[in-house]
């Protein structure tokens, strides 16, 4: 590939799908979901009906070429709250493993699926080619195209709207 990605990717953005075919091609075969099983995961979870995560944020495939998945916010989102729904949504329907990279390739933002909701646009991209991504902070911040964390980490992110901590 020559020349520069395009700015809202990370540098090495190179290695982000770019287009359907890739998307297929990179994540799906790549994560053990076979085009039908995508075909059918994206007629299963709409915009309308999105898959649910575990901390309630809707949870889709990207209709976006250069992503993967589409996390719609709800009120009082945050970066970890993001993470935590795509990296259940990755790693239960996709294959993803647990130190895959997801990478925020559109942050926060207008939606492009569902009218008047905001969303964060995510790319997945294997342990084996991570190497080209720039460090991450300390903290999460989901109106910041690039930022990344594994899916493990992701997943650490997850817990139910309805738990409470208690200070023993």
Do not use: Q, W
């Amino acid at each position: 590939m020559g020349g520069r990605p395009p700015p809202h990717l990370p540098e090495g953005g190179e290695i982000m799908p770019r287009n359907l075919l890739a998307f297929i091609m990179v994540i799906l075969f790549g994560g053990g979901v076979s085009t039908a099983g995508a075909r059918e995961l994206a007629e299963r979870y709409t915009p309308d009906t999105p898959y649910r995560a575990i901390n309630e944020f809707g949870v889709v495939l990207s209709a976006e070429p250069e992503a993967v998945v589409e996390v719609y916010a709800k009120p009082g989102a945050s970066g970890p709250k993001y993470f935590c729904a795509a990296a259940e949504f990755s790693k239960r329907f996709l294959g993803a493993s647990p130190s895959d990279r997801l990478v925020i390739v559109r942050p926060e933002g207008a939606s492009a699926t569902r009218s008047g909701a905001k969303s964060v646009l995510f790319g997945i991209v294997p342990r084996s080619a991570s190497g080209s991504l720039p460090p991450t902070g300390l903290t999460i911040n989901p109106r910041k195209a690039g930022e990344h964390r594994s899916v493990n980490s992701g997943l650490s992110f997850c817990e139910p709207p309805n738990k409470r901590r208690r200070d023993d």
